[in-house]
């Protein structure tokens, strides 16, 4: 059975690592898959620290989308992925991959997702995980700092001159490609509940499909087939 893809998309800090992974818990009885867009940024080891300052990490171009919807696409068809390892401390690939086995459902989440038309047509449901401005940007603080070893100063000065920009330009506007729209993003139980419902109908909807196929019937096309040896 073909696995269900759930995408979802946001601004940064809205919450939709809590989304996705609030939807896996409400899904006991099914196996869940997780991929992460961020994941799959391009390599940019090769450059300067002068250049890598001037590389916009929001906009779709420094993410890898053709090894995104390879990996996609193949979970589709019930196949593992090697998902990259991203360094962000050096802005590189490691030479580590995860493993990604398929499951009945699969997850994808990032701030771009529902902004490239390839990426979108793979996925089943496509959510879209709303919050304030200034919630986001103190969750954006919060992270780079603790867990990517980002200065305060470097933080805000990407935001002001990439982040808020390119989620104007791209983010906000992929909006309207929603199937559902999450605001307050991980605290809002309601919307949660509704889209775990709907995965829950379609899941269910695919596996009465299965059972309900006739049972395939030998037919015999030679004489062997049709008469004892």
């Known amino acids: 059975m073909k696995p269900l893809v759930i995408g979802i998309a946001g601004g940064t800090g809205s919450g939709k690592s809590t989304v996705a992974r609030k939807v896996a818990e409400s899904l006991p009885d ?3 898959a997780f991929i992460e867009m961020d994941a799959y940024y391009r390599d940019f080891q090769h450059l300067t620290l002068q250049q890598l300052h001037h590389v916009n990490w929001d906009h779709p171009d420094a993410i890898d989308i053709e090894l995104l919807t390879t990996h996609l696409a193949a979970l589709s068809r019930g196949e593992r992925v090697e998902m990259p390892v991203y360094e962000f401390a050096s802005h590189s690939r490691s030479v580590r991959t995860r493993a990604i ?23 089943d449901v496509k959510v879209f995980v709303d919050a304030d401005a200034d919630v986001r940007l103190i969750r954006r603080i919060r992270r780079d700092t603790a867990v990517r070893g980002r200065s305060l100063e470097s933080v805000l000065e990407q935001y002001l001159t ?30 949660i509940e509704m889209i775990v ?4 109908r379609r899941l269910t909807a695919r596996l009465d499909a299965r059972e309900s196929m006739p049972t395939p019937v030998f037919v015999p096309t030679t004489p062997s087939e049709i008469l004892p040896a």
């Open 30 to 32: 099914a196996s869940v």
């Open 101 to 123: 086995e398929p499951a009945d459902v699969v997850v994808v989440d990032g701030i771009l997702l529902l902004s490239d038309a390839d990426v979108r047509a793979l996925c």
């Open 197 to 200: 419902a709907k995965i829950q």
């Open 162 to 191: 990439t982040v808020q920009p390119m989620h104007l330009q791209f983010v906000e506007p992929s909006k309207r490609y929603a199937d559902v729209i999450v605001p307050r993003g991980g605290s809002n139980s309601v919307a």
